[in-house]
């Protein structure tokens, strides 16, 4: 049920592909005449000219229209005009449906919001009103109404009627509205949920399609990072900025290792942006290492000296930091390497190779012929093929 989602300051959710959602037909449990509609005309040479039509037809114009992409001339021509022309027909609901799904696909999700909620509205026990409220969610992440988000999926997640593959869209859409309100506890919790649910039909010998696992593991994945980034190293001694740092540093690399998680499900979008989150974060750490407060000298120094202990601080700190640039630097090489591979697009490529650029010349600018004797081995990442252990 899912399509693309715009880009977010939080979640970032890249255009990842899935199952298609199909355009809805009215159900067939209940035969009905269809109202008709006749409207005269006058033609060229004054004679009256008939018309007639009824939802039906209006529907089969509207989803011819749909197919070949006019998305816009189907709504306005034909399924506006069975919502308000045949409120009481069978084909309603899938008019909204439709309506709804191809603006949504067309990047216009504000304009798809009320239709979906035309559907809830008249027909909430609908198939139309199952994938509506799960499409729903998705626009209302994508816009970042994160409050509205969350209310709509929860509301998915009460439905009997779910399939598997859709409550598993429903627990990933909660911890995503989670994560951009900011709940980062209940967004992890809510993760492993999803993730949970997911390894149980592996369970039963389904074969469940890794979109939505990916996402669950990028959202627990975030939700480390985040903390880790909100950790701010106070002023005090250079002890106190330690105890901090290595919580900090805790976090960071359990972060790392759902990301690596993430990147196992095989979804090549997901997958793009957990590479690129892995390098943000050394990006990050180093940024805020190097603005951050300078601890006090173990000795009392005169007012003259301490200029000079602040620099020799920062150059000796640069120097010892630098291998978070690198790591910086190899994840976004392999996450473009990886992109390149999958020929996948997404707008994750694109903030790699900017920030790709802007790190190596960070780095080449932070080269001293001193070398990098006491630098850290970079952490390995995980192989592909091992167990994600979520």
Known sequence: MRRTIP??????????????PRPAVPGDDVITMEEMRIVATTGGEGETLLESYDAGQLFERGTALLQRGQCREAVERYYDRIISEFPSSRYVSPALYNAGLCLHEGGELEASIPYYEGVLDRAPQSRDARHATLQ?????????????????????????DLSEPERLEGLTRR?????GLGRYPDAERQARDALSYYRMQERRAAVPDPYFAAASNYVLAETMRMRSEDMDLPEGSAQEQHAILDQRARLVLDAQREYFNTIRHTNAEWAAAAGYRIGSMYDHLWRDLMQAPIPPPTEQLDATAIPIYETEYRSELARHIRPLLRHAIRYWELTLLMVERTGVRTEWADRTRDDLERMRALLLDQTDPVGDEEAPEEPEAAPAGEDSGA
């Open 175 to 179: 911890g995503q509205a989670l994560l």
């Open 136 to 160: 729903l969610a998705q626009v209302l992440l994508g816009l970042e109404r994160f409050d509205r988000a969350l209310a709509v999926s929860e509301r998915a997640l009460l439905r009997e």
């Open 7 to 20: 880009l977010t300051s939080l979640v970032l959710l890249a255009a990842c592909g899935g199952a298609t």
